[in-house]
């Protein structure tokens, strides 16, 4: 089948959905007629695609797996992704609240001495009066956040066909359409097709000429989640791993130290744990690469590691879906863009994270409304459209950039800690959530910062200064060469700027 111009496939509009607001929907802004073909239904996939159908324009989703995905096992949202929900999408907000999880972390030894906490899992402030701070993080299950998100596409009417595996991009700057081919051989175009197929998109032959390099950190990450009665079953784990706040609130202990990073959460429905460890070889950037148990149990043979990580490990029921994920560095890609701009990459195939920076959905979800807003505000105007996706990736680089070298900072200040000045202030070992992180609104950003960015283009100047980064930040390009070089000489990152 070939999909070349004409969105009316058997009298339907594939890209047409209900244009009123209905019972779970919010009001949605006026047909801009600019379609958008988004392929991937992950996280950030389906988040781009209700937030362009909010702002009027025309979507379709191709995804790849044939059932909505039920693998994952958890991630943090943080406040900026939070409100853009709350804000517009009513009925899945209070879905969200209703699976969303606010637990309070304590910081770990890896021999199980506890460093500090348990305290609210929350963001930082330098200002200690400063009540704008949010005080929790939300922590989801990634099947169930994946699930209502889902819902809220089918109740926005918007058509999404699984089974559906891009294996090239291409773009025609004639027609003003871009395009995906399908491992069926089919062609599927649109004014704007989106990239949101992950980390191995095929969509980086057009953008980039080539895949960008990558290479082994050195390490992977044993990770899964399963229901907590498999832990409950062990008297041990249940007193060393109880519910705070009575029984109200769930339950992170965080681990550092001895070259491992290891992290177990407890709700009232779910256990997890994750293991970051010396790759031995057989981890993939996958969820099928299973792995059992004791795999991960013999990587603590001999570390002096806490005694109850292990007997979390050995809770693990056969069934759980535990993988061996293994770690890759790719060096920041400021090209996300095809020549002609009609293929643009989104979250991961735009931007990869290490899980350390806990942002990865989080910045998903700003590009979904940081693109569907420059994409509004062409006013219909779709031979304009590669304008709207250059001024997007313009607000959007140089932020995800350094949450991106932030992954990487947060990495550095686990794997060596130093415990005698930990001890002397626990600060040290707490994550880094800075206000310039949580407090920043992209679709507002959008608006405000559209008509400068554009007077930039058509000035040639590089006047402009994006203000969702640190302040007093400077754009310096950073590379994977020089974050192995400064781990290997065991020397900190420079950052120029107010990053904490």
Request: negative net charge.
């Amino acid at each position: 089948m070939t999909d070349t111009g004409s969105n009316i496939e058997n009298g339907v509009d594939k890209f047409r959905s209900d244009n009123g607001a209905t019972e779970g929907n919010p009001p949605r802004y006026p047909d801009t007629g600019i379609s958008v073909l988004i392929v991937g239904g992950g996280i950030g996939g389906l988040m781009c695609a209700l937030e362009c159908w909010r702002k009027g324009h025309q979507v379709r989703v191709l995804e790849r797996s044939r059932w909505e995905q039920l693998i994952g096992d958890s991630l943090s949202v943080g406040p900026t992704a939070v409100d853009i929900i709350s804000r517009n999408w009513p009925a899945l907000y209070r879905d969200f609240q209703n699976q969303s999880y606010h637990p309070q972390i304590s910081y770990m030894k890896y021999t199980g001495e506890k460093l500090c906490g348990p305290a609210p899992f929350g963001y930082t402030s330098k200002d200690p009066s400063d009540t704008k701070a949010p005080l929790e993080i939300h922590r989801h299950i990634r099947p169930d956040l994946h699930r209502i998100l889902f819902a809220q596409v089918q109740r926005c009417g918007i058509i999404v066909e699984n089974d559906k595996r891009a294996t090239d991009y291409y773009e025609d700057t004639i027609t003003g359409k871009g395009g995906v081919i399908l491992a069926d051989g089919s062609r599927h175009e649109a004014d704007l097709v989106v990239a949101a197929d992950g980390i191995h998109t095929p969509s980086w032959k057009l953008v980039g000429g080539s895949q960008p390099d990558a290479r082994s950190s050195g390490n992977s990450v044993y990770r899964t989640a399963f229901p907590v009665s498999h832990m409950l079953a062990d008297p041990i784990l249940t007193e060393a791993f109880p519910l705070l706040d009575g029984g109200r609130c769930s339950a992170i202990h965080l681990y550092v130290g001895a070259g491992l990073q290891g992290v177990v959460w407890r709700t009232d429905a779910h256990f997890s744990w994750a293991l970051t460890h010396k790759d031995t070889g057989s981890a993939e950037e996958s969820w099928s690469n299973r792995t059992p148990a004791s795999e991960a149990l013999a990587s603590l043979d001999g570390t002096g590691y806490d005694p109850l990580f292990r007997r979390a490990i050995a809770c693990t029921p056969p069934t759980a879906a535990l993988v061996d994920w293994k770690l890759m560095f790719r060096d920041s890609q400021p090209q996300w863009v095809s020549p002609g701009g009609r293929v643009l990459q989104l979250g991961d195939s735009a931007h990869t994270f290490l899980p350390s920076s806990g942002n990865g959905a989080t910045q998903a979800i700003e590009d979904a409304a940081s693109l569907a807003t420059c994409l509004s505000l062409l006013a219909g105007e779709r031979r304009q459209i590669p304008l709207a996706v250059k001024v997007h990736c313009k607000l959007r680089f140089e932020r995800v950039d350094c949450i991106q070298l932030l992954g990487f900072i947060n990495q550095f200040k686990r794997q060596k800690p130093d415990f005698e000045k930990i001890r002397e202030n626990p600060e040290l070992v707490k994550l880094s959530f800075a206000p310039w992180i949580w407090d920043h609104d992209p679709e507002a950003y959008a608006v405000e910062s559209w008509g400068k960015v554009v007077q930039s283009f058509v000035d040639g100047k590089e006047g402009w200064r994006n203000t969702n980064v640190p302040p007093g930040f400077e754009y310096r390009k950073w590379t994977l060469d020089d974050m192995l070089r400064l781990e290997k000489e065991g020397k900190d990152i420079e950052v120029v700027g107010d990053w904490d």
